[in-house]
């Protein structure tokens, strides 16, 4: 019922090959014109970067927004927004193949986050105002949540059951919230947000992340129970000099910037005060708009109890976590053109 598209990449582009475990991070930027960059943050602002090109689909150009990775199955996910498409790429260290892992029922795919423990892909998108769970194997689509009016980005924290969004824009809409992973529960985190962009998860200390962007250019925190509201750092008030997109890697924090009608990537320590900044030089060059990032390494994706157990719940297709302290663990559900049977675990075509 549902196929992923495989395409070789052309022999010029180069090799993928995610850190080992106890590496890292591998810092993987998107550009909006369909470029794919890797460096090591440890070689310093001068650090070496390698460059990827995707093949165009049906149409050439721009379009790359969202970038997500899959650590076990070395896999990185990325959005376009032109395309209407979610692809996949290798990190192997093999020869590079692109997949088409969703086509269809997309406008503006901005936002993706990968549940590693149980294998789902969240997508969320800006225009439909909507997030939906993908199986990154099949394609298979359910429509998860619906009137998320703007929602701008996502993140996924499977061991806990939530995942985190950040949507809106003005001060009367922008909000920062989460649902558990199966949809049932919705708690909005804080309201005291204007011009939100992206949303970063740090796992480890349990806080969010978010771009303030132009004209405040701030970078803003939280715990994820709401409390220490913070900025962590802020920019020049200056249109040419807007943060874009952040992630979180130990102890650093890294984001993306216009930088004079370009862009460049920065990073510096994630607490708040006046720490310096490294500018990673060799990033973008000229007009390149660096769109999205993610910090590749195994400790943000380790093992944790799988709700769904071994055998998907016994789930014909959707088996979705529902919080650690739930019952039941998780619930059944279908991709959105098939039906639940009666034994709850089994989905069949409506027709």
């Known amino acids: 019922m549902w196929r992923l598209l495989l395409l070789i990449l052309p022999c010029f582009v180069h090799s993928l090959e995610f850190p080992e475990p106890g590496e890292g991070p591998l810092i993987a930027v998107l550009e909006f014109e369909k470029r794919l960059k890797t460096f090591d943050p440890s070689e310093g602002s001068n650090a070496r970067v390698s460059s990827i090109r995707f093949l165009p689909g049906t149409r050439r150009g721009g379009g790359a927004s969202a970038i997500e990775f899959n650590y076990k199955q070395k896999l990185i996910y990325w959005t376009d927004i032109f395309e209407r498409k979610v692809f996949s790429i290798n990190g192997d260290g093999e020869r590079l193949t692109q997949r088409t892992v969703l086509q269809g029922g997309l406008k503006s795919p901005e936002g993706l986050a990968y549940d590693w423990i149980h294998d789902n892909l969240y997508v969320s998108d800006w225009l439909l105002h909507k997030i939906f769970v993908v199986n990154p194997q099949t394609g298979a689509k359910k429509t998860l949540l619906t009137n998320v009016s703007e929602v701008r980005d996502i993140e996924v924290d499977p061991e806990n059951g939530w995942l985190y969004y950040i949507a809106g824009w003005e001060s009367d809409t922008g909000r920062l919230g989460k649902f558990s992973l199966d949809g049932q529960i919705h708690e909005v985190i804080s309201r005291r947000l204007k011009y939100p962009s992206s949303l970063a998860l740090d796992y480890d200390a349990q806080k969010l992340y978010w771009v303030q962007t132009l004209p405040a ?62 500018r990673y030089t060799k990033v973008a060059r000229g007009d390149d708009a660096l769109t999205s990032l993610v910090a590749i390494e195994a400790r943000k994706q380790r093992d944790g109890p799988n709700r769904c157990g071994d055998n998907n719940g016994g789930c014909s297709h959707f088996c979705l976590p529902s919080l650690p302290s739930s019952l039941p663990q998780y619930t059944c559900v279908c991709p959105d053109d098939m039906i639940l049977m009666a034994d709850n675990t089994t989905c069949t075509d409506t027709e």
């Open 217 to 278: 250019n701030k970078i803003k925190r939280i715990d994820v129970n709401g409390e220490n509201f913070t900025t962590i750092y802020r920019g020049s008030q200056s249109y040419l000099f807007s943060p874009n997109d952040l992630t979180i890697s130990g102890d650093y924090v890294y984001w993306t910037q216009d930088y004079n009608w370009s862009s460049t990537l920065y990073r510096r320590i994630k607490e708040k005060g006046d720490y310096s900044r490294t």
